[in-house]
């Protein structure tokens, strides 16, 4: 009876799990509104459709008036061939546009219809047609000049492409040149000496010529060929090569990265790494001993300069300080923040090393958290690169490019408006208890919470924690997911080496010593083998090299 | 297993193994190792009862809570599937108002004899708010009276969403006469009975006995209304709800 006593308390033991409480299943429910303004955009007017080449038509238009309280959002533009069909083949916020890559002899009619930011639609506009150019004739090879003193011009003048200015920007370039005498001209351009991206003409006789080639690719060198005809017929050509600019960097500004705080003996030493981007001034660290610092005025400042270090001597040992470091952009912008926290101990104290330098890591797990923090979840973040939104696999891992900056962000409508803490720590995939904790803040009009960082500078999958802490309820909600980042050689930063070159140096001094000592072995061995026992020798002469037996 | 032999030879008439066994039409979710006891029924009632059981009863210290005995293994089961979100249409004229419908179904299973009831609860009041403001929304949908409204009604100066839940098991006060009032009758007339959200859970759901293995199927319809003369600003606007179901 005993046994079968503690048989029945086993078996109730081991089925208490099913017990259940209640269940639950959350959902959503949404819709579209649409259509408030009370009118849509006017049509736009005044559409002129002109030929500039072969291959390339420009349409200017007059720009529409909102119809509402929604301001104009921009254009789409219509193409037709030969006044047949209708495709939709741009959307452009200008007046202007340059619609290249069509085929010569060919008539093409446009329309444009504008929208405003909600949406709305003006109808389109009257078309305008026009007709590309005729192909001309190919290039000369020789870029010599030819026939001079034909042609036109003064008596005698040699016929030749003078003062050639190339004016590269972003996406385009402007090239002007002046002809000794009038003449047609005609450009030819591409990433090859085939000029294979495009051609543009002037089909008027001048002695000034200007061009604007569009279309081009930022931080491309382009050759370039300029062609001029006189009216006799007479070509000269000129080559050149031109590079295209490189846009300047754009949105919030990186945080510095790799932000630590080391205990020492009477110091607490900071390091980490300045952002490379041309808009970089400076840093800024703040410190609290209460908790991070939210902002770059929350805590008392310590240190402001470009260096990548600083010693904070003004500490007292067995307490806690909290670091938040800012970078400074040369039109005043700050990032969001990285933290960091650290603790002289007390001398003879044991210090138990901690499993992460995650800051937020021992922070207790307490579920009274707002409902709308309660909600969150990792697909309510968007992680962006170049302006795209990238996509979450699994709702768990992000693919990223580890060369370029990477912007964090959480819609501020998802939070509610309370004090609360937005912190996002990637854990080093070479060594999961090296951290880098950063914060995010609202930005300038109060759309998103959001966070850069630079290029993570090495592949590999980048342990990813969000705490969020509500201070009104004194909750804290985490979320777990993955970057993996895909590192590319052409790195525009540099990637730290796990040695420092005295290391190395001695690493090789190594390896050349014990390589030197097999080779010695190898000799002894050689020597011996052939007889079991040492032979006795006393007349050789033993060379540098050679050990040898005496007895 | 030696044991469970010996058991069983001694107390061949009374005594099983316990286990929790299931077909493809049957489930017995805990058995009995006893040797006493018996289910009765009558028209009135049901009972079981055991003998043979010693130190019965739920006790805990702070690391183990412990059902000891038969009776005490008599736990509840209750599961809910999954809705899904609902996305109402057509789209809402911001200006020339009109009307968006969606739904959404899940099916509860309980065990529990007794039953269970469910809620209905809003994340944030009013439920249905602009994604891009936080302060442009659709009210709650109120009712006339204390009871559901039998028609969807919205002032053509307002915006508004409402909820009406058919199925089964769905709460009297969501019941109708088939022609004109909820809270009475036994009909579940289409369209009919409409309530608001709230961040305050709203009882919808009522069942006295378990619905096993089958579970019982309900419908929550959603509607949204801008009035004529209301100007409602564009957008997407979204409502979180979580509906909650407790065994009796």
Redesign the interface.
Known sequence: MK???K???I???A??P?????????????????????APPSIPANLLATPVSDSQINLTWDASTSGGVYPIGGYRIFRGIDFVGTTTIATTSATIYSDIGLAASTTYSYTVEAFDT?SQYSGQSSPSATTTFPVPPAPTPSPTPTSPGSGGGNPGTEFRITALRVSPGNDQAEVAFETTMPAQSRVFWGVTPDYEAGSLQSLIYGMSHDLMLTGLTSGTTYFLRIQATNSSGTTVTTDSLFTTEVPAETGPMPNPSDFRAIPETDHIALTWQNPRDPRFDSVRIVRSETFFPKDQFDGVPIYEGAAESFNDANVTVGKTYYYAIFAKSNDGQFSSGAVAKARIAFPGEVVISPTSTDPFADLPQAANVD??IA?LTLADFDFIQEGKILAQVGNQTVAVNGSENLTIRL?Y?KVPEILKTIAITLADPRDPTKSFPFLLRANADR?YYQATIGPLGRSGNYAMSIAILDFENMGLKRLHGNLMALAFAAMSIPVRVPFDIGGLLALLLLVLILALLLFLLRRVFAKKTPVMTPVPVLAQQPSDDIPVFIK | MIWFLAVAAAFPSGVAIAAVMSSTNYKIQSDSLNFGGVRSNSSSYAIEDTLGEIATGISSSTNYIMNAGYQQMQVTYIAITSAANVVMSPAIGGVSGGTATGNTSFTVTTDDPAGYTGTIQASTSPALVNNASSTVSFADYLPGGANPDFTFTNAATASSLGFSPKGTDISSRYLDNGSNACGTGSSQTVGACWDGLSTSPKTFLSRTSGNQPSGTLTTLNFQAASGSNHIQLSGTYTATSTVTVIPL
């Open positions: 046994k079968l006593f048989s029945i308390l078996i109730s033991i089925l208490q099913l017990i259940a409480a209640a269940a639950q299943s959350t959902f959503t429910e949404s819709l579209m509104t649409t259509g408030v303004s009370s909600n409902p709308k909600l819609a409508a759309t």
